[in-house]
């Protein structure tokens, strides 16, 4: 769907100070030097045990309002999107997220899309802020924590390994903001879903079943009974479909945007999900240098990536960013922005 009137006032990220390498992670057996060498991952960002994982989503969106010069209590919205647990069963963590905030008059509520929460979660504030002209803005965020012994952040998946983190965003229908969101595509193919849920018994809960969580002994699970090479081929299908067509609708190509930013895979996982299915070689005007030294954030890629750019200080007035995103289940996300002023809270 092509927008007219949508733009990102500003965005925030909260990132832990702590990392670890790929090569520690070798040298004390967590990481295998095979994969390694696949995922040219330098290192991931980890949380501390104590620290809360909701929060993360708090400070992001604090920088994030602060930067768009919004007051919580004008907020129309808050969409939070979350991928793996957000610290407490029969809970809503979006509620938690308004309450520190002060955002008590906004709408709330959590958006699971797999890995593309984020981008799902800015689809439907958008979708708000089109059914509400004279709403105030919408703060989507997303936080996700992977921790032992429930999940495994080295070897739970073939092909990425996973980081902690928050990240914030702030749109609105005003022209304030330093871009503009000029289109967006949601493309979907839910004969995939067992590609994350294997041979898994469903409920009531499952907190006991094959701790930490396998994502790999699933995915394998279901390829047994269906053809690798059909996989990639519908992952493809449904990639292209989404950007070609926002593309399209935007006036523009992914071969022609100034940035792309790329869900945080592994290097191997993205050149074969990603890259090859668009046409595009090597990671330049990508994120990669950023996202290989972060990892995956679950729901968070696309907003932290776009966080990055602006707060380096590279985005500049006309440019295209393209934002791509991929989550489980299986569904695909492509918007476009186009950049109106490089924001002047950069680094």
């Known amino acids: 769907m092509r927008w007219d009137d949508i733009h990102i006032k500003a965005t925030g990220a909260w990132l832990p100070e702590t990392t670890v390498t790929a090569e520690e992670a070798v040298r004390t057996g967590q990481y295998s030097r095979d994969e390694a060498d696949r995922s040219r991952q330098s290192c991931l960002v980890v949380a501390a045990e104590d620290d809360r994982v909701p929060d993360f989503a708090v400070r992001a969106a604090r920088r994030a309002l602060d930067r768009a010069g919004t007051?919580?209590?004008?907020?129309?919205?808050?969409?939070?999107?979350?991928?793996?647990?957000?610290?407490?069963?029969?809970?809503?963590?979006?509620?938690?997220?308004?309450?520190?905030?002060?955002?008590?008059?906004?709408?709330?509520?959590?958006?699971?899309?797999?890995?593309?929460?984020?981008?799902?979660?800015?689809?439907?504030?958008?979708?708000l802020l089109r059914?509400?002209?004279?709403?105030?803005?919408?703060?989507?965020?997303?936080?996700?924590?992977?921790?032992?012994?429930?999940?495994?952040?080295?070897?739970?998946?073939?092909?990425?390994?996973?980081?902690?983190?928050?990240?914030a965003l702030v749109a609105?229908?005003?022209?304030?903001?330093?871009?503009?969101?000029?289109?967006?595509?949601?493309?979907?193919?839910?004969?995939?879903?067992?590609?994350?849920?294997?041979?898994?018994?469903?409920?009531?809960?499952?907190?006991?079943?094959?701790?930490?969580?396998?994502?790999?002994?699933?995915?394998?699970?279901?390829?047994?009974?269906?053809?690798?090479?059909?996989?990639?081929?519908?992952?493809?299908?449904?990639?292209?479909?989404?950007?070609?067509?926002?593309?399209?609708?935007?006036?523009?190509?992914?071969?022609?945007?100034d940035h792309v930013v790329l869900p945080h895979f592994g290097a191997h996982l993205l050149v074969r999900q990603c890259l090859e299915p668009l046409g595009l070689t090597g990671f330049d005007r990508t994120d990669w240098e950023f996202a290989r030294r972060v990892g995956h954030l679950g729901a968070g890629d696309q907003i932290a990536g776009l966080d990055h750019l602006a707060a380096s200080g590279v985005l500049a007035p006309g440019q295209k960013v393209v934002l791509l995103g991929v989550g489980g289940g299986f569904n695909w996300t492509c918007a476009v922005l186009e950049v109106l002023r490089t924001p002047d809270w950069t680094d």
């Not at 979006?94 to 309450?99: D, E, K, L």
């Not at 304030?176 to 041979?199: I, K, N, W, Y």
């Open 172 to 257: 609105s229908r005003d022209e304030e903001g330093f871009a503009r969101l000029v289109s967006m595509v949601t493309t979907q193919d839910p004969e995939l879903e067992g590609l994350h849920r294997g041979d898994e018994e469903f409920g009531p809960f499952r907190h006991s079943a094959h701790r930490p969580i396998d994502l790999y002994r699933r995915a394998q699970e279901f390829l047994a009974r269906t053809p690798k090479d059909e996989v990639w081929e519908r992952g493809a299908i449904g990639l292209r479909a989404a950007v070609e067509q926002a593309t399209e609708e935007a006036g523009t190509s992914v071969k022609e945007a």
């Open 131 to 167: 059914a509400r002209p004279d709403s105030g803005p919408v703060l989507i965020t997303c936080a996700d924590a992977w921790r032992a012994p429930y999940f495994d952040r080295w070897r739970a998946d073939s092909g990425l390994v996973f980081g902690d983190g928050g990240s």
């Open 71 to 127: 007051a919580p209590d004008e907020l129309a919205a808050v969409l939070h999107g979350v991928l793996m647990h957000n610290g407490i069963d029969v809970w809503n963590s979006t509620s938690y997220v308004q309450r520190e905030l002060g955002a008590v008059n906004a709408f709330g509520s959590e958006v699971r899309a797999g890995s593309n929460g984020g981008l799902a979660a800015l689809e439907l504030g958008a979708a």
